[in-house]
């Protein structure tokens, strides 16, 4: 009994530091990943046609439709397998950075255990769904 | 871990915790705005192009019209900077635990980085300033 709640525990903890260390990392990867992104759009043509919310738009999801009215060619550039991966990795680490800082937010605050088991239960259908959700946008609508 | 902490209002509203509590609260909010805003928008964007037409579109273009506001551009453009940039701050001073003798100079650091990148940007979508 003992060693089986000290194990639980054990794993417990080792959750929480995976995914304090996947916060991390997420975050830094979106911050280089969204520089990336307005860099190449802009040597691609964007550059004096896109205004400030284009540019700011396009560093989080460099594909096609998001942007549609900046002129930026986007056929040959961001209608490619890269991108449209490029935008999946940056939307996944967006998603699961953000469905994680809820759960510890919630931690935080909601002291019945029961309620907060079922509300991180509904953080992580949320996350099924926006995952879900972004997935159809990126690989399905396309040309939509 | 707040589980066992029992704090009133008034008692958290007087607590001054001054620049490093600015920093948290606004981590928060952000984060919070960043989760509300963005995920409603995807879910928004979804519907309008996997459902043409019907009452769900209806919902869909408002929730787009709604983002698409300029004080949410503005709001969103804030909340994604500012996580960014502390989130920063926080991991290079997780990196290098000595550095923390000088963190009340990495938050004036923060700022000066931030209003400049934050503050010309929201002008230009706030007056609506177009380009090309």
Redesign the interface.
């Given at each position: 009994m003992v060693t089986q709640a000290g194990a639980a525990r054990r794993s417990r903890s080792k959750f929480e530091l995976y995914m304090w260390f996947f916060t991390?990392v997420s975050?830094?990867f979106?911050?280089l990943m969204g520089a990336y992104s307005i860099i190449y759009a802009n040597l691609m043509g964007g550059r004096?046609?896109?205004?400030?919310?284009a540019?700011?738009r396009w560093a989080?999801f460099p594909i096609s439709?998001h942007v549609s009215s900046t002129?930026v060619e986007l056929t040959p550039n961001f209608q490619n397998p890269f991108w449209q991966f490029y935008s999946l990795l940056l939307f996944a680490f967006?998603a699961t950075h953000?469905?994680n800082?809820?759960r510890v937010?919630l931690k935080?605050?909601v002291?019945h255990p029961v309620l907060l088991a079922w509300l991180n239960a509904m953080v992580f259908v949320?996350w099924l769904?926006?995952m879900g959700?972004?997935v159809?946008?990126i690989f399905a609508?396309q040309g939509? | 871990m707040s589980r066992s902490a029992r704090v009133s209002i008034p008692q958290a509203l007087a607590y001054r915790g001054g620049q490093p509590m600015l920093a948290w609260l606004l981590h928060r909010i952000a984060g919070i705005g960043i989760v509300l805003f963005v995920g409603m928008h995807v879910f928004a964007g979804f519907f309008l192009y996997a459902i043409p037409g019907g009452t769900a579109n209806t919902i869909a273009n408002a929730l787009t019209s709604f983002y698409e506001s300029r004080p949410v551009q503005v709001f969103v453009l804030f909340a994604v900077l500012y996580h960014g940039l502390n989130g920063l701050r926080i991991v290079v001073l997780d990196m290098w635990p000595s550095l923390h003798r000088y963190h009340r100079e990495a938050m004036w650091v923060q700022w000066a980085v931030f209003l400049p990148i934050f503050l010309i940007p929201a002008f230009l979508i706030a007056l609506g300033v177009k380009v090309g």
């Open positions: 991390r975050g830094i979106m911050m004096g046609v896109m205004d400030a919310g540019q700011t989080f439709f002129k967006a953000g469905a800082g809820i937010i935080d605050y002291r949320l769904a926006v959700a972004a159809y946008l609508a939509a | -």
